[in-house]
């Protein structure tokens, strides 16, 4: 079955800590992974996918297909960074994004 | 300012009443996309459509029902066999099918129950 799991609902953390959020997935075929990430009344909006091995705004993620893993890592939370966090999984032979349940990132001062 | 633009913000039904969600993009995608978002639920798919006058079901499609009669808009119908509407509802667009695209989102639509 495809299915994205992120076991964290919330996580709270002081201003200059490290952040990981968690994301395991559940895919038979080539997977690619997306963090979306919705800011306080803002829309959901992409932050980053793992073929573009690219950082965003501090924020990295690898795939790890070994452990069924794309943790989404920041060396130092910064107030702002405070917002939900979705992980999403596709692939080439579904048109479907598979969503996780998400986690709230709370960036205390 | 190309986007995707959802309306109304805001929308309050009325028990046994049908009501349509308003889809629109302006970024000449070709596949359009309706999920729930639920507390502690995430984002799950009602119904998507790849192309013009195509749609197909998704995880959650009963008691939903859609048109694409024009490309850049996906209305959404609640309908009244949907027992449980209370919930916000995102529109998403993507380039094109059967590619690893990123999804573009829409403000969203609350739908509360009168």
């Known amino acids: 079955a495809q299915r994205v799991t992120q076991p964290e609902k919330l996580l709270s953390v002081f201003k200059g800590a490290p952040v990981e959020l968690k994301c395991n997935y559940s895919y038979s075929g080539s997977p690619e992974l997306f963090w979306y990430v919705q800011y306080s009344r803002q829309r959901l909006q992409l932050l980053l996918r793992?073929?573009s091995r690219e950082s965003i705004k501090g924020f990295t993620a690898d795939l790890n297909k070994g452990e069924t893993s794309f943790h989404l890592k920041k060396p130092f939370a910064q107030e702002e960074d405070s917002a939900m966090y979705y992980c999403a999984l596709s692939g080439l032979d579904t048109d479907k994004l598979i969503f996780g349940t998400g986690t709230r990132l709370q960036v205390f001062p | 300012d190309g986007g995707i633009t959802q309306s109304p913000k805001y929308l309050f039904r009325k028990e046994g009443q049908n009501v349509t969600l308003s889809c629109e993009q302006n970024l000449n995608h070709d596949a359009m996309y309706w999920y729930r978002q639920d507390p502690g639920q995430g984002l799950r798919l009602i119904y998507y459509?790849?192309?013009?006058?195509?749609?197909q079901k998704g995880d959650i499609a009963e008691g939903y029902s859609v048109s694409r009669e024009k490309k850049e808009s996906f209305p959404l119908t609640v309908t009244s066999a949907q027992k449980n509407p209370t919930a916000f509802y995102l529109c998403?667009?993507?380039?094109?099918?059967?590619?690893?695209?990123?999804?573009?989102f829409g403000d969203g639509t609350r739908l509360s129950i009168l």
């Open positions: 793992h073929i």
């Open positions: 998403a667009s993507k380039g094109t099918v059967y590619s690893n695209q990123p999804q573009h």
């Open positions: 459509s790849q192309i013009v006058n195509d749609f």
